[in-house]
């Protein structure tokens, strides 16, 4: 039976600590999940349901689909019990395919070497059963198989995607730091910003996290943008099946009545790249480019949502700088954000204090490799409530929630 068909353990990765959101976007899709950790997702299904869950994900990277588990305690052991597994009714004779693998074994130095063994057992098995060789190589815009080596047992997977589902496929122009599309998805999901609020983005750059709320606010998932997977490269998917979930997914689309997501930003040539990306992402006439400092911004007399992803910088003078930064952030938030609510993420915690109020929460994510926190701050306007007198406990099941759905890596 074609893996289309068959249920298996999918197992949907994400970069770490994006765990609970991906957990929040499979149940709003239907999906139970079994196991949540920090950096993955296990449930039941079929390759066809990782089809839809690549199409439709903001914060996964790779949906793998489980093909084999075996025991193993050399490299060559992993070649033996491969060259036996039937990949020519998984791969097309004539494809090509690449490998990918996470290994923690002590006879393994060096991981591109069990890559190595991988890509000799199919080639020797698809040529023993085709007459004919498979091309391979380093590319993952083609077939894609994965193995999971650690410890005495591993585990051989498709992986549906290939190249990774973190970046979104809008975005012509990444600019100089750019915010990773599944992150900037997360973001605005932890936020709680709903489209009936106003939402600046100052320091907003090329645009990443107003695009991203402003695909969510009308339903327009990451597959609108992107043709290519790797589950298009194995035996038994169907292009019409695909081609039926790609309407599906623009019938999806629902346009609202909200006021435009404002873009600010001092660099102009940003703001062009900006609308560039919104444009590619079918939502320009969604958002507004403002150039020029962010204090200066003309603030809706209403409430909203402001998410910022200010510089953090890396050498001491750069830090010290922008500890003024961070300050003067913190005082136009207080005087000029009186009943909005604020969303600052940062890799740099110390400059993160100098903003000089106490957030609400503090959630942990990862910018690429950089530990950094999430702040959501509420502006409270007079001065009937101390700013942050209930953060406590707000941030206390924060960490309480973050730990009881981050379970322990394999």
Known sequence: MSIFEQPSELVISCYKRLGIFLEQELKTLGFTPERVAESFVTLQGTATDAMHLNMKLRTAS???????????????HV??????????????????????????????????FLNLRVKDAIVDRMRAKNGKRPDTGPDHNKAVIHLYWVGEEAILYADTSGETLARHGYRLHPGKAPLLESLAAA????????????????????GTLAIEAACIATNRYPGLYRRRYGFMFLKGFEQRTYLEAVLDLEDAVQEVEMDPIVINDRDKRMLSFALQNAEKAGVAHMVETISGDYSELAIPETTGWVLLNPEYGERLGEVEALSITYAEIGTWMKKSLPGWKVGIISGNQELLSKVGLKPDRRIPLYNGRIDSRLCLYSMYAGTKRVFGEASSASESD??????ATTAPEE
């Open 187 to 206: 973001m605005v999901m932890a936020s709680g910003w709903t489209p009936d609020l106003p939402l600046l983005n100052p320091m907003g750059g090329t």
């Open 398 to 403: 924060s960490s309480a929630a973050t730990d």
């Open 62 to 76: 790779q949906i793998l689909y489980k093909l084999h588990t075996f025991p193993a305690e050399h490299p060559d």
């Open 79 to 112: 070649y033996e019990a491969l060259v036996k597994y039937p990949f020519e009714e998984l791969l097309p004779a004539d494809c090509y395919f690449s490998v990918t693998s996470i290994v923690k074994h002590e006879s393994v130095n060096n991981p591109m």
